[in-house]
């Protein structure tokens, strides 16, 4: 797949695609590391050293895993493309639910860009509540709890309310930077963002296990992280061709049909969406806890059991409660996006059918029989890149093996959305090399 750069970059088109990601991408990471007005620098950096050995620096990482480091460091960019991914997973649960958002997938190109403008209008509503709980949290000292330091320079309800408004714009560059990689650069733009704040973080992380572990123990990880990643891509690339045949028609006096092609199932249906599903859900106790419980006095009984057991990414519970959530939000969300019926319709419409089925109900039941089986390994495979980390760092020291505690999330993302990249890159090759043969 590698060898579809060199060609790439010598097509005068593609090269300025290309061009035009990267340098998007290098303007996200400078607002990633530009801080927002009113937040003390240095102070949160030091607090983050404080706090990141300690028993809860894995709910620090899991929120600032996509931002790639700007949400804990109150950066412009703090609260990312987040609110995006949020809103279109929303509307999309909205056209199962709601006639109007069904109605309007089926108009097609214009009913799409509607459903895009409204996903716009709820992200950024999420945005500003986000950027409120963030700066609510750091100005009582609960975003970084341990931090002895005040993280923002001004507490007065004029300075917070400047430090949303900036996260908020900054949340609509983001998403504005993403829709323009999309249109006009090569990949999906939202994921290519989520991509480059993990690989910013790996030559820190890389530089934290060899400073404290020493070079062997770097080599062993980079080993282990390897052979993840050559597991990943065996299981991403692997998918259930179900074939399918299309009658021959004629219409006019020309015949179509007569072909054969399939109907690639893959066995990770989902996708990273669970693996972001499950880790929300497991923040928003400890998110609350952290709202309500008072700056003095001890925390009440039901605190005590999140900070004991919804906190500790090592905890067995934890473990097992993340295990159990990225499963079940798997068939979840592969049932909300891939009906059936909607697709045994679709080739009864154009004259397809699958051997030894009948086309209607009879094809509906057979994808639905082979797409549960299909789910159950790829939901496991999910489950357990995700959490293997978190099994690990049972047996490791704090420090810097609690930086890999959401590795698995980071190796699934990276790794995902390297080879969607590779395949677009790859089929506008493949599209310039026939229009030149054609010619």
Known sequence: MLSAFVPAVRTP?????????????????????????????????????????????????????????????????????????????????????????????????????????????????????????????????????????????????????????????????????????TERGIGNGMSLLIFTGIAARIPSQGRSILDSKGA?????????????????????????????QYAKRVVGRKMYGGSSTYLPLKVNQAGVIPVIFASSLLYLPNLLAQLTQKSTGNPAKWQELIQKYLVNPSNPVYVAIY?????????????????????????????????GYRPGKPTADYLNYVLSRITLPGSLYIGAVAVLPNVLLRFGSGGPAQNLAFGGTSVLIVVSVALDTVKQLESQLMNRNYAGFLR
């Open 13 to 181: 088109e593609l090269r300025r695609k290309i061009g035009f990601t990267l340098g998007l991408l290098a303007l996200y990471r400078l607002g990633a590391a530009l801080p927002s007005p009113g937040v003390d620098l240095t102070s949160v950096r030091s607090c983050i050293g404080l706090v990141s050995g300690g028993e809860s620096a894995g709910i620090y990482q899991l929120i600032d895993l996509f931002s790639g480091g700007a949400m804990l460091q109150l950066s412009v960019f703090a609260v990312g493309i987040m609110p995006f991914i949020t809103a279109g997973i929303i509307t999309q649960l909205l056209a199962v639910v709601i006639p109007r958002f069904e109605d309007l997938r089926k108009e097609g190109q214009s009913g799409q860009a509607r459903i895009t403008q409204y996903t716009r209008y709820l992200a950024m509503a999420l945005a500003v509540l986000q950027a409120t709980t963030l700066v609510a949290l750091a100005a009582r000292g609960q975003l970084l709890r341990g931090c002895p330091h005040d993280i923002l320079a001004d507490t007065s309800l004029f300075g917070m309310i400047i430090i949303v408004l900036v996260m908020t714009a900054g949340a609509a560059l983001v998403m504005w930077f993403g829709e323009l990689i």
């Open 216 to 244: 062997l123990i770097l080599a062993l990880v980079g080993a282990a992280i390897l052979l993840l990643i050559v597991a990943v891509i065996f299981v991403e690339q692997g998918q259930r061709r179900i074939p399918v």
């Open 323 to 355: 295990f159990a959530l990225i499963v079940f939000f798997t068939y979840f969300y592969v049932a909300i996006t891939f009906n059936p019926e909607e697709r045994a319709d679709e080739m009864k419409k154009f004259g397809g059918f699958i051997p």
